[in-house]
């Protein structure tokens, strides 16, 4: 495995190099434009020409059309690329499954994961009307998210470094402390004895939009920054009025009562006939006086 920088699409970026009438006249930034339009990544000019390297010489004559030439054939089949010019039915699912935005932020992070293929299938069915299939998840993972081209501590490199991730993934790199709470909101589920609560999770929204505002705040006044910090102020916006909507904003205010709340001595209360060493009011004084005495 090889230690150098690598993209998880690395299969299909030799698809698109072999697809190249020379490899001498390879147009490295239309494949990036092409990656970067399937929300792919090409890893710049530089690593295309390494591949274009990978892939140096052809066979003569070099015919990637017809599954009968031999030496084409076995030239493919070298950098496992064969089938995505002779598709079956796995390359056309996996094809599906590059234009579904929504179902690759759930599919790639558990393409990561030891769960098998068949399994993902079975579980991600319900996100997508794609009649998903083992072999269509495995074909996605070869040509366009492929874990074996990287080893774990590259493939994190990556995935910290990479700007668009979706939070599934970013979820595989938090830190351990965050980790347990982060992922199981996520992903849709509730963590042991917890329910995912909208206003805790605005709440937390709002802290990081905050936070990458203070970065901003240090950073040149460029375009880029200033859209990104506007965004942060939007975020925040949002956020707070998710609060003062939420159960989050009635405990604050209960909070605040609960310090106005009356405390009870545990003294011993006095009774007012040891205060008084007697009638107090003189209410029903003569009524016990015989007739007699008038």
């Not at 001498?24 to 399937?38: F, K, S, W």
């Not at 690759?104 to 030891?114: A, V």
């Not at 990287?150 to 490199?157: D, I, K, L, T």
């Amino acid at each position: 495995m090889r230690e150098i920088p690598s993209s998880p699409c690395e299969f299909y970026i030799r698809f698109l190099v072999s697809a190249q009438p020379s490899l001498d006249e390879v147009q490295g930034n239309e494949i990036i434009r092409t990656l970067e339009g399937l929300r792919l990544d090409g890893l710049g000019a530089s690593y295309i020409r390494e591949v274009v390297d990978i892939m140096s010489p052809r066979p003569t004559p070099y015919a990637p059309s017809d599954k009968h030439d031999p030496k084409t054939r076995t030239y493919l089949k070298d950098h496992k690329i064969f089938d995505m010019w002779h598709p079956d039915r796995g390359i056309r699912e996996a094809q599906l499954i590059l234009l579904d935005y929504y179902l690759r932020d759930k599919l790639e992070p558990m393409l990561l994961s030891s769960v098998c293929h068949a399994e993902i299938a079975r579980k991600l069915r319900k996100y997508t009307a794609i009649s998903l299939t083992s072999e269509g998840v495995s074909a996605f993972g070869h040509y366009y998210w492929n874990r074996r081209v990287m080893s774990q501590s590259a493939w994190q490199e990556y995935l910290l470094g990479r700007s668009f991730a979706n939070v599934y993934l970013q979820g595989l790199v938090t830190a351990p402390d965050v980790a347990p709470h982060h992922l199981p909101y996520v992903v849709g589920i509730a963590g042991p004895g917890q329910a995912f609560n909208s206003a805790e999770a605005s709440a937390r929204v709002g802290q990081i939009a905050y936070k990458y505002a203070l970065e901003l705040e240090h950073r040149p006044a460029t375009l880029e920054n200033t859209m990104a910090l506007k965004h942060c102020m939007s975020t925040i916006e949002k956020a707070d009025t998710l609060m003062r909507r939420s159960d989050v904003a009635l405990r604050d205010v209960l909070r605040q009562f609960q310090k106005f709340r009356m405390k009870l001595d545990g003294d011993e209360v006095i009774a007012v006939n040891q205060l008084t060493a007697g009638n107090f009011s003189k209410s029903g004084e003569g009524t016990d006086v015989d007739e007699e005495d008038f």
